[in-house]
């Protein structure tokens, strides 16, 4: 591999990051997935925020966006091409990004969202892969945007929920970013498509550590469980969880709908981050003074025989 890749995919790190010096490295990311609300202008929003995040988890900032849009070929469907390009460049204006072109091609399913390139210090890069035991976990955002968007998309989610889940993923990880680099943060990831055990799974193998959470204070959002008890549940919950079982331990106790809460896949998630035990009343403070919804969800230990222990 070239020396100069810092973080490629072998840890199913959230962004690829190339050192152009000693004092300024690349970081470079993309993403793009269906609808998941009805408003296009709410989509291509969302779709900007959740293409940033990576780059935000590794402690990057962002730069300049590049467009990507699968789009019917219909003359109809433009007005809504633009209304979804319109939310992304105003959520890419929020981020202080760059939007410098992009590409279409026709496709009978709408897909939509961003290749990001941002900047980073090749000391300061923050992976899946430096956790270390004693390290307090905290999450920024609550869960159950999956469990929602797919009761949106079987006309079941109430207002309410809808208002809620849209907040959650138009909210940029960007504060939540700059206020962990004040902290001795060892690892961060963003929770998106794998779920919180998922992510969570994927840290602890590249730190070779074993995550320990406590599934009482895991936040999410309140429609989520209530959804969940009537089973209207994304299809990418079962599947992971056939991945991961072998993993993870769960406490008998734990009811099956805030496992699967757990197991819910995020779009525009919120960051699982691991900081120094002594930082971590400091980093919970400084967060939720700056806006962010972050709470302490669990700790790091030692390698066990499992990667996730849930409590």
Known sequence: MDPNVLVGFETADDAGVFRIDDQKALVQTLDFFTPVVDDPRLYGAI??????????AMGGTPLTALAIACFPDRQEELETLAQIMLGGAEKLREAGVALLGGHTVCDAE?????????????GRILTNASAKPGDALI?????????????????????????????????????????MLSCRCHAATDITGYGLLGHGCEMAEASQVTLRLRAASVPFLPAAYPLAEARVLPGLIAKTWKLLAPKIAIDSSIPEPLRSIMLDPQT?????????PDDREPLLNNLIRHGVEATWVGDVEAKQDVRIIVV
């Open 139 to 179: 999450l920024t955002k609550p869960l159950g945007i999956g469990i929602i968007t797919t009761a949106i998309k079987r006309a079941l989610a109430g207002p309410e929920a809808i208002l809620s889940a849209t907040l959650v993923m138009t909210t940029l990880n960007r504060v939540a970013s700059e206020v």
């Open 47 to 56: 779709a900007a925020a959740n293409s940033l995040s990576d780059v935000y």
């Open 268 to 276: 525009s998630g919120g960051l699982l981050i691991a900081v120094h």
């Open 110 to 122: 709408i897909k939509f969202g961003y290749s990001i390139t941002g900047m980073i210090h090749p």
